[in-house]
């Protein structure tokens, strides 16, 4: 089964032993934004994705890939 980026998301942040309100301080956004990023609602904005790699010390496309790459696989099957 995949990983997709909201687990991912979701993994790092619990692992860093932070809460969604913490995180979403340190990015001066909603903690609703960190909640639908979370639950696979929505996609962080390109800068949001550099500082979450850098924030968890984790390579953007380590973090994004499977978002990126099921977007494309859609697009093909189309």
Known sequence: M??????MLRELRRNKGI??????????????TI?????????PKPYQMRFLA?????PIEQIF????NYKNELKLSI
Request: no cysteine.
């Open 65 to 68: 890939f499977e978002a990126f």
């Open 2 to 7: 995949r990983r997709y980026y909201k687990n």
């Open 35 to 43: 909640s639908t990023w979370e639950i696979g609602r929505s996609i």
């Open 54 to 58: 850098e924030f968890y010390k984790t």
């Open 19 to 32: 809460s969604q309100s913490e995180l979403a301080n340190l990015m001066d956004v909603n903690q609703r």
